[in-house]
């Protein structure tokens, strides 16, 4: 059963992400993807939309766990409600883990994905 699920999610993730690089990422603020992205990344912390966080409290748990301003926050909380899925922070492993288990323990629905360069 466990199988079943971990597969649906799966396909449901891989969907939404290749919906995400088909639109073109949608539009963030300069300003946010100078903070998001700063080519030495890893990995990416991965938020997805979800029936149970209000749309402050992803807000909130953004600027507090990750440290970026409310307006980036907001700019990334629409991102995730109107695509349903959002890269909201990229770094280091070991930071992204710490920050991904924060997030977690807010309640967001999230997950961690290592950055594979095209560059081999």
Known sequence: MWILISAVILIIIIYLLIRLVQQGGGTIEPT???????????????????????????????????????????????????EGIAIVWTGARNEAEQYLQHMREAGLLCFLAEIVSKNF
């Open 32 to 82: 946010s993807s100078k903070k998001i992205f700063s080519g030495f990344e890893t990995h990416a912390i991965i938020v997805m939309d979800d029936e149970i966080n209000s749309m402050e409290t992803v807000v909130n748990t953004l600027v507090r766990v990750i440290g970026i301003s409310e307006k980036q926050s907001v700019n990334l909380m629409f991102r995730i409600h109107k």
